[in-house]
């Protein structure tokens, strides 16, 4: 139960969460920090287990290290949110899926990407998306104030909206907003 957003900008990216971890009706953590940063280019929003989505995680950022040292060159987004699905779609295939919905956001050469990842291995690109218990409340506020053209700053805003307009009525998301923007020049930063 949790309210996660992604948000694709012109200047790159958006991820915003809420922090609340439940156990069921219990609320087990009111700090939970539910966006993981892989790098200075790509991060991670975290719906489900939270054990599962720490492992996904920690595996992803050690094969992506191993491809890019293979290859010369790091992986784009949109590579890294397919190895993260296929990880999760292994766990499924093997009868011992990783009960999670992540959010794969960042950027890359051809700037900002969102990608919805889930336990079945389907990975899709979105220019903003929601997930968790709270994703349809979320989606309505994204739906009425997003744009193609929208700015980081002002998708912060947004993102930070749709997690506290989940947050008023799910009661699986709350104790505070997480947001994380990653820009464009996180991409020029590591090329220079």
């Given amino acids: 139960m949790t309210t996660i957003v992604g948000i694709k900008t012109r200047e790159g990216v958006v991820l915003g969460s809420d922090k609340r971890a439940s156990k069921g009706f219990f609320i087990g953590s009111k700090i939970t920090q539910k966006i993981a940063k892989v790098d200075d280019t790509l991060a991670i929003a975290i719906a ?23 290859r010369g060159f790091p992986l784009t987004v949109k590579e890294s949110a397919r190895l993260i699905a296929n990880l999760t779609y292994s766990g499924l295939k093997n009868y011992q899926p990783y009960y999670v919905e992540l959010l ?89």
């Fill in 48 to 70: 489900g287990q939270l054990s599962d989505a720490e492992y996904l995680i920690k595996m992803a950022k050690a094969e992506r290290k191993l491809i890019e040292l293979r």
């Fill in 104 to 192: 794969v956001a960042g950027v890359d050469e051809e700037g900002g990407h969102v990608f919805a990842a889930d336990m079945s291995g389907a990975v899709t690109s979105e220019d903003f998306a929601s997930s968790g218990s709270g994703s349809p409340i979320a989606y309505g506020v994204l739906e009425s104030v997003y744009r193609k053209d929208v700015t980081n700053s002002e998708a912060k805003e947004i993102a930070a909206k749709a997690v506290a307009a989940a947050m008023e009525r799910d009661p699986g998301s709350g104790n505070g907003i997480d947001v994380l923007v990653i820009p464009n020049l996180a991409v020029v930063r590591e090329v220079a």
